[in-house]
């Protein structure tokens, strides 16, 4: 009786295991499973959303005045084709803004060789230069207000209908963008909508990855909070209200966005926080280069884990944003990722350890629920992406969410390389390490067609 007592005791409490890994497990298997719950939510909400997005028409699109914001820094390589794309959106009023940030290569010769009444550069030399991305989105956010607002073209503009749109130089904008930006933005209360992110180059199992992971992230977290007002921008195809960066700008400050490293995110909680509504559009897509080698990729999402660490300052604020309790739990959630996934990840290496090195079993020698056990097992690794996998399907019918199960298994193991970062990231945090050199663009292949 004892030893069958033990066997089942196993199943559900860790049984044989010191008591801090008992602690850790238990305390990694409740964070897993309300985020699997919390993943069901998103999806369900997210249908929802969908389903009742805001109508497009070329009327409303021609109501608004568009800025297109091309931050560029030694761009040669990508910048012709992001504004020849950028020429080719449906938007009546617009202007292409490239702020040449003190570059150093050929952009601005490429620049100079596309010149046009639709085009303007906005030139920035040390000492002002090369301060980050933030210091170069003020500097355009000034130059609108105090140059580019104030001629005859913009006579029937102002705050509320004039829209920043940010575009990466490397970044393919949908030329129908602007009209699914301006049916969210047809509600007044709307002072931020982003794009769904796409990866152009993805022809290797890395960049593929990347190109999935962006469709988890705008299919599943994003489009779930758009039914909230609470969808986070994230710079490359981020479209906001002039009225709305308006009233984030803190007095004596350059401009609504602080200098951190993940500006695009710092924004967006800044407008909830004042009361704007952010959304996300799954009708449009802004297609970006991925990052083909495993090296540079955690550079770059160590920057992005850093600044994540960053964000977790605006926890204090969750409380006072216009939003309903369950959307405000889920604001306070997704701000808290940095430190719960380190402890599901420490949770797998003691796990991992355990099994390896010192020959503990996963499933106790004759446990008669041994099957249940396992299923149990593979949903906690694969349930959450596969939820995700098949968001970032939807629209596409059943075989969506057929292809969304199939690749959840290869997207889980692509998540759990990028666990490293979180350990860089908290390093670099402590040791108040915030400098960085941008992402090195790669040569454009010979068919630059956008990504479909």
């Known amino acids: 009786a004892t030893h069958e007592a033990e066997r089942v005791n196993g199943f559900f409490l860790f049984a044989g295991l010191p008591w801090p890994v008992v602690i850790l497990f238990t305390i990694a298997l409740v964070i897993v499973l309300i985020g699997h719950g919390w993943a069901i939510v998103l999806f369900i909400v997210g249908g929802t959303a969908v389903k009742t997005a805001p109508n497009r028409s070329t009327e409303l699109t021609d109501s608004f005045h568009w800025v297109f914001i091309v931050p560029a820094l030694d761009e040669e390589v990508t910048i012709a084709d992001s504004v020849n794309r950028l020429r080719e959106v449906n938007a009546r009023h617009r202007t292409i803004l490239v702020i040449d940030d003190g570059s150093t290569d050929r952009t601005p010769e490429v620049l100079a060789g596309m010149a046009g009444s639709d085009l303007e550069v906005l030139r920035r030399d040390p000492p002002n230069a090369r301060k980050g991305k933030a210091a170069a989105l003020n500097a355009a956010w ?56 796409r990866i152009y180059n993805r022809f290797n199992p890395l960049t593929w990855m990347q190109d999935v992971e962006f469709g988890v992230y705008g299919g599943l977290y994003q489009i779930g909070r758009t039914e909230w007002g609470t969808a986070g921008m994230g710079g490359n195809g981020q479209a906001n209200r002039l009225s709305a960066l308006n009233s984030v700008v803190a007095p004596g400050a350059p401009g609504p966005w602080r200098d951190t490293l993940t500006e695009d995110q710092d924004i967006g909680l800044q407008l909830l926080e004042a009361g704007w509504r952010g959304t996300h559009e799954v009708r449009a897509t802004v297609a970006q280069q991925g990052v083909s080698d495993l090296r540079r990729l955690y550079r770059q999402r160590t920057r992005w884990s850093q600044g994540n660490l960053q964000a977790m300052s605006h926890l204090s604020k969750i409380k006072d944003v216009r939003c309903s309790t369950i959307a405000k739990l889920d604001l306070f959630w997704a701000l808290l990722q940095p430190p719960l996934q380190a402890i599901v990840g420490l949770a797998t290496i003691v796990a991992l350890f355990f099994a390896i090195f010192l020959g503990t079993p996963f499933i106790s020698e004759g446990t008669q629920w041994a099957w249940l056990w396992l299923a149990f097992l593979f949903f906690l690794a694969f349930g959450g992406t596969a939820i995700g996998c098949m968001a970032s399907g939807r629209g596409n019918g059943f075989m969506g969410y057929v292809k969304g199960l199939v690749i959840a298994i290869p997207y889980a193991f692509y998540s759990w390389i990028l666990w ?31 990504a479909r």
């Open 420 to 450: 490293p970062v979180i350990v860089r990231a908290t390093w670099r945090q402590f040791r108040g390490a915030s400098g960085w050199d941008k992402t090195t663009r790669e040569p454009l292949e010979a068919d630059t067609s956008a």
């Open 142 to 197: 000034q130059h609108v207000r105090g140059e580019v607002m104030q001629r005859p073209s913009f006579a029937h503009a102002n705050d509320e209908n004039t829209i920043f749109v940010i575009v990466d130089a490397d970044g393919r904008l949908d030329p129908e963008a602007p009209a699914a930006i301006a049916a969210q933005m047809q509600d007044p209360q709307v002072g931020g909508v982003q794009l769904s992110v």
